[in-house]
C-alpha cells in the first residue's frame, strides 16, 4: 500500500509540473511609432531581469510574434534589448501593441490582454494597498507580480504569507509565489537578533573578501549599484556616518549589485566610498544579495562586533542616530 501510494503521489507531482509548464499560442501583432526598420525583440521576465526569447523584423514599423508560451505571464517588447522594454501581459489569444518609444513607452498601447487592462489600471492608482488589491482580484497573475515586484522588499515574513494566503491556490504554481515563498525563508535567517550568514565575494582588484574578517566592529552591509539613482543619493549620508564613526568602532563593507565593472569602480571614485566593496557583477543574482533577501535597493544591514544583526535599512539621519546611541 505504501509503494502504491508513492507511485500515485510521483505521478501527481510529475502531472502538476507539467501543468506549470504548459505552454499556450499567442499572436502578437503590432507597430512601432516613428521607426520602419530593424529588429524588434521580445523578452521574458525573471527575478527583475529581461532576457531576449525571440525577434523579429520591422517591416514599415509593423512586427509579429506568433508563438507558444507560458501564459498568463509578463513579457517585454524591445527595440534594444539591453534597454527595459515595454511592459505586457500576454494571455492565449490575440494581443495587438502599438510601441511609443518616446517617453518611457508612456504612449503605448496594447489591446486583447484583460491582465494588461488590470496592470495599467493599477499602475495609474495611489496608495494600493496589497490585501485589498489581491481580494478583488485573486486569480490574477497581476496580482501575484505586484506582490511580489512591488510590495514584497517592504513587508514582514508574516505579512507576505497573509497576502499570498490570499492568493487563488491555482497561482501557487507561478514563478512569483515560489519565490515569495523562498523569501519568506531567507528573511527569517536574517531577522534582527540572528547571527548574520557569511559570505565570500570579490573587491575590484580581484581578492576574496570574507564577511566574518570585519567582525569586531559595528559593520554596515551596504547593497547598492552605480546605476541605482536612490543609491547614489544615500551615498553621501553613508560617507557622513563613516567619517563621524569610523574611528569609534564603525565600518561599511558595499556589495553592490552592478553588472559593469567599470560603471561599479567609476562609482566608488567618483561617490567618495573609500571602505571595502565587492560584488560578482551579477546584478539581480547577486548571491550576497539572495542571501539576505534584498529585493529592492538601497538596501543595508547592520551587523554587531559579535556578529549578530542589530538593525536593517537605516538611512539618512537613521544611520547616525543609531551609531551614536551604540558607540556613546
Not at 76 to 83: S, V
Not at 161 to 183: G, H, Q, R
Request: aromatic fraction near 10%; hydrophobic fraction near 40%.
Amino acid at each position: 500500500m505504501k509503494i502504491t501510494a508513492s507511485i500515485v503521489l510521483g505521478a501527481l507531482l510529475i502531472s502538476q509540473g507539467l501543468q506549470a509548464q504548459k505552454l499556450e499560442k499567442v499572436t502578437i501583432t503590432g507597430t512601432v511609432k516613428g521607426v520602419s526598420s530593424g529588429k524588434i525583440y521580445l523578452q521574458k521576465f525573471n527575478n527583475k531581469m529581461f532576457s531576449s526569447i525571440d525577434s523579429a523584423e520591422l517591416k514599415n514599423g509593423a512586427f509579429s510574434f506568433d508563438k507558444k508560451l507560458e501564459l498568463p505571464e509578463l513579457y517585454g517588447i524591445a527595440l534594444n534589448p539591453d534597454k527595459s522594454p515595454l511592459y505586457v501581459f500576454l494571455e492565449p489569444g490575440k494581443v495587438n501593441v502599438t510601441v511609443d518609444t518616446a517617453s518611457y513607452f508612456r504612449g503605448s498601447t496594447v489591446t486583447g490582454s484583460k491582465s494588461q487592462d488590470l496592470f495599467t489600471s493599477y499602475k495609474q492608482q495611489k496608495g494600493v494597498e496589497i490585501n485589498a488589491f489581491i481580494k478583488e482580484h485573486p486569480s490574477s497573475i497581476v496580482s501575484a507580480y505586484v506582490l511580489y515586484r512591488d510590495f514584497s522588499y517592504r513587508l514582514t515574513p508574516e505579512q507576505i504569507n497573509e497576502s499570498v494566503a490570499l492568493l487563488d491556490p491555482k497561482l501557487s504554481s507561478t514563478p512569483y509565489v515560489a519565490l515569495l515563498k523562498d523569501l519568506v525563508g531567507v528573511l527569517s535567517t536574517v531577522a534582527i537578533g540572528k547571527t548574520a550568514p557569511d559570505f565570500t565575494s570579490s573587491a575590484p582588484d580581484g581578492t576574496q573578501v570574507r564577511l566574518s574578517d570585519h567582525r569586531g566592529k559595528y559593520l554596515l552591509v551596504d547593497f547598492w549599484a552605480a546605476w541605482c539613482g536612490p543609491c547614489r543619493r544615500e551615498n553621501p549620508n553613508v560617507v557622513a556616518a563613516w567619517k563621524a564613526y569610523h574611528d569609534k568602532g564603525f565600518d561599511v563593507l558595499g556589495v553592490s549589485l552592478d553588472h559593469s565593472k567599470g560603471a561599479w569602480e567609476k562609482a566608488i571614485k567618483d561617490d567618495e566610498l573609500t571602505w571595502t566593496h565587492v560584488s560578482d557583477l551579477k546584478f539581480w543574482n547577486s548571491e550576497p544579495a539572495k542571501l539576505y533577501g534584498v529585493r529592492a535597493i538601497p538596501s543595508n544591514v547592520l551587523i554587531g562586533p559579535d556578529g549578530v544583526i542589530v538593525a536593517r535599512n537605516l538611512r539618512g539621519e537613521d544611520l547616525s542616530k543609531t551609531l551614536a546611541e551604540l558607540l556613546k
